[in-house]
């Protein structure tokens, strides 16, 4: 009886210092820039690396969420923003730029033709634009969405340098569970 109480001080003494002399693991906690806002791909995009050189990577394609960290990468004109370490996608395929449109304009499809039951979208109203301009048929286009059009001589697109505001339209939270 009286070796088990030797062992078992032994043991709390021995826990004891163990427990003193530990290192303390650091706990960090993640700020608001550590964190990815989640942003669709709107157009099929490539990831490239901080000098603007694509990447083995596979492309994500359109409709795909893409997490985004606000650091935006300039390489020449052309603006890139962070999806990891050493990884980045072009800023127009997944933030986009909005613009106000000069004239009324229609919806039209990857096909080129115009979207029956879509509407019209009116003059001097906002649109955000994606990617670059896509020839279809012969006339030039801006992606508006996952498949959707507007005539680019309808759209009239601000000259300037992008700013990294994660509040535009198709930004989430959460990853895309599908």
């Not at 606000?70 to 986009?96: E, F, R």
């Not at 990857?110 to 979207?115: A, H, L, T, V, Y």
Request: hydrophobic share 35%.
């Amino acid at each position: 009886m009286k070796l088990k109480r030797v062992w078992l001080v032994k043991l709390i003494f021995v826990l004891a210092f163990a427990i003193i002399l530990a290192p303390k693991a650091k706990t960090t906690v993640a700020s608001d820039a550590d964190k990815p806002f989640y942003k669709n791909a709107m157009v099929n995009t490539y990831v490239y690396d901080e000098k603007g050189k694509r990447t083995k990577d596979r492309k994500i394609l359109a409709g795909k969420a893409v997490g985004c960290y606000s650091l935006i990468n300039y390489v020449g004109d052309k603006p890139y923003i962070m999806i990891g370490q050493n990884k980045y996608v072009a800023y127009m395929n997944v933030v986009g730029l909005d613009c106000q449109l000069n004239h009324n304009s229609y919806i039209y499809s990857s096909s080129g033709k115009r979207m029956k039951n879509s509407g019209v979208l009116l003059k001097n109203g906002s649109v955000t634009v994606y990617g670059g301009k896509k020839k279809i048929n012969g006339s030039k286009y801006w992606a508006i969405g996952v498949g959707l059009y507007v005539k680019a001589s309808n759209v009239e697109t601000p000259k300037g340098e992008v700013t990294s505001d994660p509040n535009t339209q198709n930004q989430t939270t959460e990853p895309q569970t599908s």
